[in-house]
């Protein structure tokens, strides 16, 4: 079943072109303020599509994105941010993270979703929606099987757009990394959209298409190996973070720490604390389960009992956070405790930057 929106619906070069001047008239503005840049910002301010319908249909809605600004510019925080450039990720980069053959099955997936033909002038056919399969395994499955029902209205899915959207997501967080380690060096965040932390080395889970932090941790060390070497990971979405867990499995240079709710049947079903990693990443992983009903509290309980304990162990270059939205009274707290605190990790230890990335 194909989807239609309004003309003014579609992401048109023109409207690429006044979110840009929008974004350059906000650093005029703070440049003129003479306001201290105390962040970058990665917001695609063009992201393409990738919507399910309505958002009744399906959690992972664009509004997830419109609330994260707003609280931004509803704290008076616009101006000390710094807006970084927007781009696509390429290939390589993808591959950083995930397996060639199902970077391929994405593009098949998005490809089953194109438009057939165009309607009248005031409406354009956007395409239908591809439900992925429960496991998100795409390799095996041929662009013709793919319009074929293998989900429901709550599991993952692509559209027209969709691998394009993770690519400005992917591509917005790379950027990210690139000016906080080279140019204004602060710390950063990331709005991305579609999320990562459920996309595996194969697969593609939990509305996650591609892995943003999986890559942007392997970005950094392959780019910048005289600079980052030990990357860790800290995921505090409610959610186990299972792609990235997976991706990292033997990995001695990645750190992942993760603080999620544990439950009978909560998705995705893992993240115990007897899951430590294997072979010569074996301890590099560790799992803090908690119960049905924690608070922002118990996270901050986290934060001084493991994880910074964990991370003066470790003495990581680069610290990277997943920041899961349902804690937001957490995000603003441990931002500025992680910038301020990077340098102070430990005796000898210098974290050279902090990035969050939203879920």
């Not at 599509?49 to 707003?70: Q, V, W």
């Not at 860790?232 to 973070?241: A, E, P, R």
Request: hydrophobic share 40%; net charge positive.
């Amino acid at each position: 079943m194909a989807q239609k929106r309004r003309q003014s619906d579609v992401i048109t070069p023109d409207r690429k072109r006044r979110a840009q001047r929008l974004q350059t008239a906000a650093e005029k503005r703070r440049r003129q303020l003479n306001q201290p840049i105390a962040a970058a910002l990665s917001c695609a301010s063009w992201f393409p599509r990738h919507e399910a319908f309505t958002e009744s249909d399906h959690p992972d809605h664009p509004k997830r994105l419109n609330a994260c600004l707003c609280g931004i510019t509803g704290r008076g925080l616009w101006l000390g941010t710094l807006t970084v450039a927007d781009r696509l990720a390429t290939d390589e980069e993808l591959y950083l993270a995930h397996q060639r053959a199902h970077v391929s099955g994405l593009k098949r997936a998005e490809k089953a979703a194109q438009p057939e033909e165009e309607e009248e002038d005031t409406e354009r056919n956007l395409g239908s929606v591809i439900w992925l399969p429960r496991a998100g395994h795409l390799a095996k499955i041929a662009s013709a099987d793919f319009p074929r029902v293998r989900g429901t209205k709550s599991d993952t899915f692509v559209t027209a757009t969709s691998l394009e959207a993770a690519r400005a997501s992917v591509g917005g967080l790379l950027e990210l990394v690139d000016e906080c380690l080279l140019r204004t060096k602060v710390p950063g965040f990331a709005l991305c959209r579609p999320p990562g932390h459920h996309a595996g080395i194969s697969s593609s889970t939990g509305f996650c298409l591609v892995n943003n932090v999986a890559i942007a941790a392997r970005y950094a060390q392959r780019t910048y190996p005289d600079l980052i070497n030990r990357v860790m990971i800290f995921d505090w979405d409610v959610h186990h973070g299972q792609g990235t867990q997976e991706i990292f499995w033997k990995d001695p240079n990645v750190l992942v720490v993760s603080a999620h709710l544990f439950a009978k049947g909560f998705y995705p079903n893992s993240g115990t604390a007897e899951e430590v990693g294997e072979d010569e990443g074996r301890g590099y992983n560790i799992n803090i389960a908690l119960p049905v009903g924690y608070t922002d509290e118990c996270l901050m309980r986290v934060f001084d009992d493991v994880l910074l304990p964990a991370a003066r162990r470790f003495r990581p270059d680069l610290i990277l956070v997943s920041a899961g939205p349902r804690h937001v009274n957490t995000v603003n707290s441990m931002f500025w405790w992680f910038s301020a605190s990077r340098h102070e990790v430990g005796p000898k230890v210098s974290v050279r930057q902090v990035l969050f990335q939203n879920l």
